[in-house]
Nanobody, 120 residues
Framework: VQLQASGGGLVQAGGSLRLSCAASGSIVSIYNMDWYRQAPGEQRELVATITSGGTTTYVDSVKGRFTCSRDNTENAVFLQMNNLKPEDTAVYYC???????????????WGQGTLVTVSS
């Protein structure tokens, strides 16, 4: 199973970006999908979580600006980021809790990270 993230880039403060992450492989079921971020010198931070039913939760610093969604038919999760701020600069990672066929087990899977840089 692989998670492929895309959509990062350089944007000015106040701008928008949309991150995408698609899971592929021998997937039986995907439970929660999340976006984390890690700024230079900082610990990895949970930004948003979306359940298989579409319920979302966000870290306080992005509430009202970021929207997490998913497409269960495409095994994909998205993060729409609006009104970006310089403090949103980080590498963003997608994560998913997935039950896979081989082995017949549930585990944590991570994307490779995509860099978001917000200039002031």
């Amino acid at each position: 199973v692989q998670l492929q993230a895309s959509g990062g880039g350089l944007v000015q403060a106040g701008g928008s970006l949309r991150l995408s992450c698609a899971a592929s492989g021998s997937i039986v079921s995907i439970y929660n999908m999340d976006w984390y971020r890690q700024a230079p010198g900082e610990q990895r931070e949970l930004v948003a979580t979306i359940t298989s039913g579409g319920t979302t939760t966000y870290v306080d610093s992005v509430k009202g600006r970021f929207t997490c969604s998913r497409d269960n038919t495409e095994n994909a999760v998205f993060l729409q980021m609006n009104n970006l701020k310089p403090e949103d600069t980080a590498v963003y990672y997608c994560h998913a809790d997935i039950f896979v066929r081989a082995p017949w087990a549930r585990g944590d899977y991570w994307g490779q990270g995509t860099l978001v840089t917000v200039s002031s």
